[in-house]
């Protein structure tokens, strides 16, 4: 069984903000399996979608509690399931990647990204897949200001693409293995 946690914050505010580039594509890959959203188990303040890749069950999670505190959700999930960590896949923005890049990692540091952090304290483990989603950066605006704006209009079609090859990214991992996928998306 896996688990593919998308990234991002809940409130309507901010839906198409570049933060919310995990959600955006954990969405898309529920219309791509069929999955219907409900809410998750209790503790866990998320939205959960189960579905199947290939043969193989997928669990598809929102955290709904904010971005810095996404480990929370993704740690009872894994639990109450009994998914090995590295059935963990973690769809996330970056902004040290150019805007509509996609990169995946076998595991890693947080690179400052919280929402990340709070899935490595939570888990007490860096080694969980992430499918990243480069949404650029603007030196002249502060990181935290930056992740919470929208998409400028000539960005939101690559988005839209980015969006798709992410949720693409995450059932490649999951049919051909992650070195497979990361030859084919980095």
């Known amino acids: 069984m896996w688990l593919i946690a998308g990234l991002g914050n809940p409130d309507r505010k901010y839906m198409k903000t570049r933060h919310n580039a995990?959600?955006?594509?954990?969405?898309?890959?529920?219309?791509?399996?069929?999955?219907?959203?409900?809410?998750?188990p209790k503790k866990t303040e998320s939205m959960m979608a189960?579905?199947?890749?290939?043969?193989?069950?997928?669990?598809?999670?929102?955290?709904?509690?904010?971005?810095?505190?996404?480990?929370?959700a993704v740690r009872e999930v894994l639990k109450k399931y009994n998914i090995a960590l590295e059935n963990l896949i973690v769809i996330q923005d970056d902004i040290d990647l150019e805007t509509a890049k996609i990169r995946i990692r076998k595991n890693g540091s947080a690179g400052g990204?919280?929402?990340?952090?709070?899935?490595?304290?939570?888990?007490?483990?860096?080694?969980?897949?992430?499918v990243k989603i480069g949404v650029g950066r603007d030196p002249s605006t502060p990181a935290e200001v930056?992740?919470?704006?929208?998409?400028?209009?000539?960005?939101?079609?690559?988005?839209?693409?980015?969006?798709?090859?992410?949720?693409?990214?995450?059932?490649?991992?999951?049919?051909?293995?992650?070195?497979?996928a990361m030859n084919k998306f980095n």
């Open 113 to 130: 990204h919280r929402g990340i952090d709070s899935i490595i304290r939570d888990t007490g483990s860096r080694d969980f897949i992430r």
């Open 22 to 40: 995990g959600f955006m594509a954990i969405d898309e890959l529920a219309r791509l399996l069929g999955a219907q959203w409900s809410a998750g």
């Open 50 to 72: 189960q579905a199947e890749v290939n043969g193989q069950k997928a669990i598809l999670l929102k955290p709904l509690t904010y971005m810095n505190l996404s480990g929370t």
């Open 146 to 180: 930056y992740v919470l704006q929208k998409f400028c209009k000539s960005e939101v079609p690559l988005m839209e693409e980015a969006v798709s090859k992410a949720a693409q990214a995450a059932i490649d991992v999951i049919n051909t293995g992650v070195n497979a």
